[in-house]
């Protein structure tokens, strides 16, 4: 079923320069639930993270010019 509108999905990438040029990777998918709530699942992790909001992934993640939140919706 087709996920509600007021649901975000975002993932976060890596960056990585290799000899053959970037490479990018996702290495977490996320949702923002209507109250601003989040969840994240990392990719190295087998365990959902849960986050009063999409700042407090930023500040914990997103910390270097490699790493970016990308929204889907």
Avoid: M
């Avoid at 976060?12 to 290799?18: A, D, F, L, N, V």
């Avoid at 053959?20 to 990777?25: C, D, H, P, Q, Y």
């Avoid at 709530?37 to 365990?47: A, F, G, I, N, Y």
């Amino acid at each position: 079923p087709p996920i509600p509108p007021n649901f975000k999905r975002f993932i976060i990438t890596k960056s990585e320069r290799r000899e053959t040029g970037i490479v990018e990777a996702i290495v977490a998918f996320g949702s923002q639930c209507p109250d601003w709530k989040c969840s994240l699942l990392r990719v190295d992790q087998p365990d959902f993270e849960f986050f009063d909001s999409v700042e407090e992934i930023v500040n914990l993640y997103v910390q270097d010019a490699e790493t970016e939140l990308v929204w889907l919706d």
